[in-house]
């Protein structure tokens, strides 16, 4: 059996403030980078290629091609299979953008889980009681009330009005 990698993407870019920058990954997560410690870990010279990515009217031409960041303004030399140069834009790998990012305090993120939670316990039920209602598992409420894995839709809506015996709304503003 072949295990299966999960490769971090970037599905999104949520917003950018300065040269910070939030970035909803495939797994759902908003994460923040903050580029000002980014750069100053990599300690950015003037000669190097990141060098105008340092001021701010560079910076904000950021846009999402290929689920990473990339920025156009800022051209790279690479040489193709053929032995030949050609001019790409400057990106940077997804997983080096997670790496150096942390969890974005998002609201909407953890408001499914919390939900949940609260209205488990207002019902008096265990997480095991809920799950059996619901018709899924402990560990899946679990997961879902500590926001450790995405819900699918009619999941969620079965947790609401069969386990909770709540009716299920949803309203996008």
């Not at 031409?61 to 030949?84: C, F, P």
């Not at 949940?116 to 799950?131: D, F, H, P, S, Y």
């Amino acid at each position: 059996m072949r295990k299966k990698i999960n490769i971090p993407r970037i599905i999104k870019i949520d917003k950018i403030e300065g040269f910070t920058i939030y970035c909803m990954f495939n797994n759902g997560e908003i994460r923040l980078v903050n580029f000002e410690q980014v750069f100053n870990e990599w300690k950015i010279k003037p000669s190097d290629l990141e060098y105008p990515l340092t001021k701010q009217e560079e910076f904000k031409k950021v846009k999402l091609r290929n689920h990473t960041l990339s920025w156009d303004n800022i051209e790279v030399k690479l040489i193709n299979e053929e032995g030949k140069e050609g001019a790409h834009p400057y990106e940077l790998s997804p997983d080096i953008i997670y790496n150096y990012s942390k969890p974005a305090n998002v609201k909407q993120v953890e408001g499914f889980g919390r939900l949940v939670r609260n209205a488990r316990i207002k019902a008096g039920l265990t997480q095991e009681q809920l799950a059996m209602r619901s018709g899924t598992t402990r560990f899946y409420i679990s997961r879902l009330e500590n926001n450790r894995t995405d819900v699918e839709l009619s999941t969620f809506r079965k947790i609401i009005e069969a386990g909770l015996g709540k009716k299920f709304k949803l309203v996008i503003e």
